[in-house]
């Protein structure tokens, strides 16, 4: 029972790790339609924002080290903002019609973004120690379930919460979805989409930056963190069905409890090569996730 | 012959001479080097062409080049386990491993394998209408499942490392200079042949289909064709293309590890060919070398910066440079013709096609 | 007399939204039948759907013989069933000529497209259909350039060198000048003489001039059928279709 128990748990947590690099995906990616193949390193930029508001503490603050994560969180929310919203400006506002070129310019600037954090903190890995009350766990029925684990777990469920509330409570929100929807509806009734586009790129980029921030809690991070998360992220929005938030959440949480239940049977590696097999044929079965919606004109 | 027709085989010309005029090193380099002007190629066809991204080429190569590699590696142990087996405690050879003590099940494996998995792997995606990103992203994730499982399955592939330390081909020793001739020479008459192949391909009627699948795969519908045969077909056929490469890399290089085939060498291989000019089969080629020499220029005197100009070279040629040097090339042709007043030149492809009325 | 297309209680939802509710239509060989109604009526459906771009979830499409309900786009233009969309779906990167070339009848498999030749015949009959459809002079230049009246008669060009049995138009004259239109009227009855055609159009003087039989659509269903006179008398059309235009006004 116990050992249901854990892997159900670990199954959640993954797909809750999934998640959380899935979000601003699927703001950026499934709403928008953009590909952001600088993503992963958007995600590294709020880890290491993450690390530098650890070290400031530690140096000016190390009575509070406590509480440094409270500020570490909107820290890398409006980096990792501020960076996509200066990618959109200069970038992929001129790609929005050639998306495949939009994916190997993006590429490009992640290869830049990722020297950049080689050069300022170099290449191996940085440790950012967790908050001191992360550590340890509950026990429930014999099974521990760790703070960190947990803490992510709600970090997500709440990040998720707040971006839909966004996007469906709030006139910005509301603005995007209207914009994302119809472009040229939204643009006749005085929305300004261009403004819009860049908002809701830097929302989407700032969630990245949550997604860094949280990965800090599991373990070191360095340059590559990106490149790492980058695939899964992708297969996470288009498994769930691009433009559907509660789509990208089942999908997080769908792989999630899979591949544990997998790794749980054979090793870590073909859990991974059996599930990224597995989704490829999944959306061969059943592509609808992928299929543009129908429409009178041809292409 | 036509000048453009000149240039090619003047270009062809010294490439076949260069044994003369080049290092050792260089030679080997360059060797390396006309590979990847396969896979471009390759790439061209399906992307420039046809409108296919494919980011997972790295992996058609990279198994073309185990195949290859896997009998390499039991010429050289002479009967015996490979090392790597060894010490991964293996006691007998695995039974895929042993057709391939025959150079020709090998070198036929090599091409067949990585052409059936695009053809598989196409025919679905295709049939299913998946295109544009969605195919891209999807050949993604092939490659990190090829990845992982051969870093994974140490015992058979050699992990990390990979598959290296060859003694001999076919009894010849690999690392002596006549050897590495001959292979470059191979190399150059391959890449000869694809690029003939490829460009008789896209001037004939089947090439004007591609590029009306490029256009509008829906409307090449209601003309009587099936875009997917036609996508299956170019597909595949380039991943034939990055087998072959594959091949002859491992033999002019002796090296193939699963850090050949993966994320970010197939992403590359894209910018070879956007670099080069993304609807030009000579730009490929050239695009090839070119960034690859960059490449190596870079990462021998300046390695920090060379992450940066690529991720430049990336942004630059697709903000700036959409068709690449090949494009410049002929928006250069074009102005100097314009200053010369040579204008017949549209007037000279009507009496080509209706020459015969 | 064989009809050409017949059309069995046709129906089709897009997400719960009834698009065509149980159509029946027949045409006959050498027919011009024009296909008008109000925004909405399921005209442009229902050509998806003889063309096999939309399926129809109830319901059957016969052309002569043939059940072509189920059968890939590809295969239903091979019968003989050319379809001009809405917008000019000509491919733009391609000359005119090759546009032509592409659209000619012939033999539409991988490999026999990869041995393919012009052949001299295959060359007149393009040069032929280039000079009737005004497009000769054109033909080196790249299809994206022409205006669109010109792109309009290319893509009625690229359909006529398929010699199809049964040819769709969806709005063959939109944007053309009033000349264009003349000359696209009388275009369409020459087509006429070989083959069956079914046209979509809002432009009721364009209808009034060219039209023998019209079907008139309303909310996914035929209203009913007959010539332009009997369609102008017949009460039902004009509360739903000229009622409207009043209300419009």
Sequence with gaps: MSVVITQVFNGFSLGSILLFVAIGLAVTFGLMGVINMAHGELIMVGAYMTYVVQQIFAKYAPQSMGYYFFIAIPVAFFVSALLGWGLEKILIRHLYHRPLDSLLATWGVSLILQQIARTIFGAPNVAVLPPEWLDGGVRIAGVVFPYKRLFILVFVILSIFALYIYLTKTPAGRRIRAVTLNRDMASCLGISTRKVDAYAFAIGSGFAGLAGCALTLLGPIGPTIGTYYIVDAFMVVILGGVGKLIGTVLGAFGIGLVSTLMEYSTSATMAKVMMFALIIAFLQWKPSGLVSVKTRSLD | ????????????????????????????????????????????????????????????????????????????????????????????????????????????????????????????????????????????????????????????????????????????????????????????????????????????????????????????????????????????????????????????????????????????????????????????????????????????????????FLGGLFIGVVMFLPNGLAGVYQSFKQRKGQREGKTHEAGSHVSRSVGGF | ??????????????????????????????????????????????????????????????????????????????????????????????????????????????????????????????????????????????????????????????????????????????????????????????????????????????VRRFSKQVTVMHEGKVLCEGTMEDIQKNEKVVEVYLGREEKAC
């Design chain 2, 1 to 308: 012959m036509t000048k453009k027709g000149w240039l090619y085989w003047l270009f062809f010309l010294a490439l076949f001479a260069a044994p003369f005029y080049l290092t050792e090193f260089r030679l080997s380099l360059l060797g390396k080097f006309l590979c990847f002007a396969m896979i471009a190629i390759g790439i061209s066809l399906i992307w420039g062409y046809t409108g296919i991204l494919s980011l997972g080429h790295g992996v058609y190569f990279g198994l073309g080049a185990y195949c290859m590699a896997m009998y390499l590696k039991l010429e050289s142990s002479h009967g015996r386990l490979p090392d790597f087996m060894e010490w991964s405690g293996v006691h007998q050879l695995p039974w895929f491993w042993k057709p391939f003590e025959h150079p020709l099940v090998a070198i036929s494996s090599a091409i067949i394998i990585p052409v059936l998995l695009a053809a598989f792997l196409s025919y679905f995606t295709f049939k299913n209408r998946i295109k544009g990103v969605y195919f891209s992203l999807l050949s993604q994730a092939v490659v990190v499942v090829f990845v992982t499982l051969f870093i994974g399955k140490q015992e058979w592939t050699g992990g990390t490392n990979g598959l290296t330390n060859f003694s001999t081909v076919f009894g010849f020793p690999l690392s002596s200079p006549f050897t590495q001739i001959i292979l470059y020479w191979i190399t150059v008459c391959l890449l000869l042949l694809i690029f003939l192949f490829s460009r008789w391909l896209t001037v004939s009627r089947f090439g004007r289909v591609l590029v009306a699948i490029r256009d509008g795969e829906n409307r090449v519908r209601f003309l009587g064709f099936n875009p997917t045969t036609y996508k299956v077909f170019v597909y595949s056929l380039s991943a034939a293309f990055a087998a072959l490469a594959g091949i002859m890399f491992v033999l002019q290089v002796g090296l193939i590890s699963p850090a050949m085939m993966g994320i970010i060498p197939s992403i590359e291989m894209v910018l070879w060919v956007a670099v080069g000019g993304r609807s030009s089969l000579i730009g490929a080629v050239i695009g090839a070398i070119v960034t690859n020499s960059a490449k190596s220029f870079f990462s021998e005197n300046y390695p920090d910066i060379w992450l940066l």
């Design chain 3, 1 to 206: 007399m064989k009809p050409v297309l017949m059309c069995r209680e046709v129906s089709v939802d897009f997400d719960g939204f009834h698009a065509l509710q149980g159509v029946n239509l027949e045409v006959y060989p050498h027919e011009v039948r024009f296909l008008i109604g109000p925004n909405g009526a399921g005209k442009t459906t229902l050509l998806d759907v003889i063309c096999g771009k939309t399926r129809a979830c109830r319901g059957k499409v016969l052309f002569y013989s043939h059940d072509i309900t189920k059968m890939p786009e590809h295969k239903i233009v091979r019968l003989g069933v050319a379809r001009k969309f809405q917008s000019p779906s000509i491919f733009h990167q391609l000359t005119v000529w090759e546009n032509m070339e592409l659209a000619l009848k012939q033999d539409r498999g991988l490999f026999a497209v990869l041995r393919a030749k012009l052949s001299r015949e295959d060359r007149d009959t393009i040069i032929a259909v280039l000079q009737r459809i005004q497009l000769f002079d054109y033909a080196e230049q790249k299809a994206g350039s022409l205006s669109h009246g010109q792109k309009q008669w290319l893509e009625i060009g690229m359909q006529l060198i398929q010699f199809p049995q049964l040819l769709l138009l969806d709005e063959p004259i939109a944007g053309m000048s009033e000349a264009e239109r003349e000359r696209t009227g009388e275009l369409i009855h020459e087509i006429a003489r070989n083959c069956a055609v079914v046209i979509v159009e809002h432009d009721m003087d364009f």
